[in-house]
């Protein structure tokens, strides 16, 4: 099969201070009129931000670049959209290349949703009938139906997002190379994006993430490439490489904290079982791999029939099961209730208080928990389920969402208290 | 939907295939209409978004210029020199034709700053950009020729043909800035230095060139204009417009032939610029 992109040896130098050594700028451009190669050599303040950097990918492939804030990734999709000229190497695509470096490049806050799909279009490449032939997919998509004649300065920036997103995968690119934009936007529009780049995927489009949410680097990506300071640490399988990032990071941490605060207690976790920190509004961070157990199941029960929707005061019932992978010696799940919309942490229940399954060591594991009286106010909850042996997680994933309906009474606040009124 | 592309890049200079730069320049011209065309409206929409008289404005503002010199000239104040025009047409067919010749030469000088945000993030023609700015001072152009058009009918010194001619020949007014502005957009990207003279320059020049006064009131200017490009092509085009008659042929084909091998040179540059200097913006 023939690359459809191909790095090698690839170069790129920034100045730390470009403002002083405007004189740069002068010379790039005098050597680039008069057929002068570029170079790697550093003049005062220069520095590498890209350095020997190899890769080489196939239709349907899918890469990540990992690494910190100013390792080199984003100047890297730059250089294979070729709106930067490296200083060293060679880049070859072959295809149409689509880059989500800026969801809404070339938005104009003034001009509407509809105008501004056409700005963006035409800034693709497409001309107006083509982009005729796919506004009402963008529209569709974005899920903007209602604003799209509205000014793109009251768009909140996940509206904007969704509005750019669209744009873009609405194109149908060969190469889509995409960098850490799907920050913005709701969960149900992140989740709805990835399943559309999981489909182009599979249509057989290569695609290049830039992104710090590492479980979605390893779902979406068979390979990745860590960066650090511009140098390629290691390339492989996606899970190896955010695993080794994942592993230094925590070192980095740890010596930050010993140096802040010593002496700190030294924690120790196995080797593979490192934190995976996707920060979200639920607690500390998701870990959803299933590394450790399989075949999770979680239901709500009322009455003996399984709900995602279900009367406050209602007794419910949770049952879970699972499989553990490996052995374990300190066994324990927390339930945990959090409001959807802004991770309102409203409370835990725990195995810890009684070490109810402290003596499950291997095989599968099945518990039911009653709850009485259900106290939460009417709205939307999520429960997460947070396995752990010891201190350190063998999961922790929002495992349900569910409704909380009104029982024809008022309610104010968080909860609703069960109570017998008298008149003395 | 995109455009197939198979693109190599390298550190090499593009100078080294001079073909394929020429080749991308021609497709970028082709390929960048549509986005040239967007830009160009999404300009003009955000310039008048917030104005009542929206672009009334522009072409009040030589008007009210004009009318100053009128009043200096019936008061004696000033001495427009022998013109076989009345002098209201001649002033304000200069300050019209010269504002296209301001315009041409200064919005160039800007555009890659103004398109800092798509040059950063997308691989664009960078042709598109100089379309969009050829549009720009086009659509601003129409209400100065309509008011060149009424004021010469008003006054009785119109010359149908000769103004048809003009309008033909009236692009050479644009060439003659945007060919300095293009040139000089990618060092002013650098170095803002550079416009910021260009626009302190332009009031001087536009005393020293033929708009305001048909014969120079100092020999100095005499010479001055006989190598001024703007001078000379508004001067052919103001008397083409207005009598039928080309002031100089020889100066006027020799400077639109100079200025279009300038105007060459400039894009050249400029399109090579772009990939140099956009984490230079």
């Not at chain 1, 499989?323 to 300190?330: C, D, G, R, W």
């Not at chain 2, 039928?244 to 200025?259: D, G």
Request: charged share 20%; hydrophobic share 45%.
């Amino acid at each position: 099969m023939k690359p459809v992109v191909v790095v090698e040896n690839v170069a790129k130098k920034f100045s730390r201070n470009a403002n002083v050594h405007l004189s740069y700028g002068i010379w790039d451009l005098v050597g680039e009129i008069l057929g002068r190669s570029k170079n790697t050599r550093l003049r005062q303040d220069e520095f590498l931000a890209v350095k020997d950097l190899s890769f080489t990918l196939y239709p349907g492939d899918s890469f990540a670049l990992i690494g910190r804030n100013g390792c080199g990734k984003t100047t890297t999709l730059k250089m294979l959209n070729g709106t930067l000229k490296p200083d060293a190497g060679k880049i070859i695509t072959d295809g149409r290349v689509q880059a989500l470096i800026a969801l809404g490049a070339g938005f104009d806050p003034k001009l509407s949703g509809r105008e501004n799909i056409y700005n963006a279009a035409a800034v693709l490449g497409l001309n107006n009938r083509e982009t005729r032939a796919i506004i009402d997919e963008v529209i569709d998509f974005a899920e903007l139906d209602d604003f799209i004649d509205s000014p793109v300065q009251t768009y909140s920036s996940g509206m904007k997002a969704r509005l750019g997103f669209s744009v873009a995968v609405c194109l149908k690119p060969e190469i889509l190379l995409i960098d850490e934009i799907l920050s913005v936007g709701d969960y149900a529009f992140q989740n709805k994006c990835f399943a559309r780049m999981q489909q182009l995927k599979k249509e057989g489009v290569t695609i290049i993430l830039v992104s710090h949410a590492h479980t979605r680097v390893v779902q979406m990506c068979e390979q990745a490439a860590w960066l650090h300071h511009g140098k390629t640490v290691k390339t492989g399988p996606s899970k190896e490489i955010v695993e080794a990032y994942l592993t230094f990071l925590d070192e980095q941490e740890v010596k930050k904290m010993q140096k802040a605060n010593s002496p700190l207690e030294e924690k120790k976790r196995p080797a593979s079982q490192e934190k995976r920190p996707t920060s979200t509004i639920y607690g500390a961070f998701i870990y959803d791999s299933l590394d450790h157990i399989d075949a999770l199941e979680v239901s709500l029960l009322v009455q003996g029939r399984k709900v995602d929707a279900f009367k406050i005061h209602d007794e419910l019932v949770v049952e879970y099961s699972f499989n553990l992978k490996q052995a374990v010696k300190n066994l324990n799940v927390n339930l945990v209730f959090y409001r959807k919309d802004d991770g309102l942490h409203y409370g835990k229940i725990s195995t810890l208080n009684g070490d109810v399954i402290k003596h499950i060591h291997t095989g599968r594991v099945s518990c039911r928990v009653t709850i009485p009286d259900f106290n939460l106010n009417p709205g939307s909850y999520v429960l997460l389920m947070a396995i752990f042996e010891g201190h350190s997680f063998l999961y922790r994933n929002v495992v349900k969402e569910f409704v909380v309906k009104g029982n024809g009474n008022l309610t104010w606040g968080l909860m609703g208290f069960k109570c017998r009124y008298e008149v003395m | 939907m995109l455009a197939r592309n198979f693109e190599v890049y390298t550190a090499e200079s593009k100078v080294r295939d001079l073909k394929s730069v020429f080749k991308a320049m021609l497709s970028g011209l082709v390929r960048g209409r549509y986005l040239a065309y967007r830009l160009f409206i999404k300009d003009v929409k955000a310039d008048y978004s917030r104005s009542v008289l929206g672009i009334l404005w522009d072409f009040l503002d030589p008007i009210v210029f004009a009318a100053i010199f009128i009043l200096l000239q019936r008061g004696r104040v000033i001495n427009s020199g022998e013109i076989h025009i009345p002098y209201v047409v001649f002033v304000v067919y200069g300050m019209l034709l010269w504002q296209t010749f301001s315009e041409a030469l200064t919005l160039p000088l800007g555009v890659m700053q103004r398109s800092k945000t798509l040059l950063t993030q997308v691989k664009i023609p960078p042709e598109a950009l100089l379309l969009a700015v050829f549009f720009k001072v086009l659509f601003n152009s129409t209400f100065r020729i309509a008011v060149m058009f009424a004021l010469a009918l008003f006054m009785d010194a119109l010359s149908w043909v000769g103004f048809i001619k003009s309008l033909l020949l009236y692009p050479t007014i644009i060439l003659a800035g945007m060919a300095f502005g293009v040139l000089l957009a990618p060092f002013n990207t650098i170095y803002n230095d550079i416009g910021k003279v260009v626009r302190i320059s332009l009031r001087p020049l536009l005393y020293c060139s033929p708009v305001l006064y048909a014969v120079p009131p100092a020999r100095l200017l005499v010479y001055l204009n006989a190598v001024n490009p703007a001078g000379i092509i508004l001067s052919n085009l103001r008397s083409l417009a207005t009598q039928n008659l080309f002031q100089n042929v020889p100066a006027f084909v020799i400077t639109s032939a100079l200025l279009l091998i300038i105007f060459g040179g400039g894009w050249f540059i400029f399109h090579l610029s772009i990939p140099v200097l956009s984490d230079k913006i």
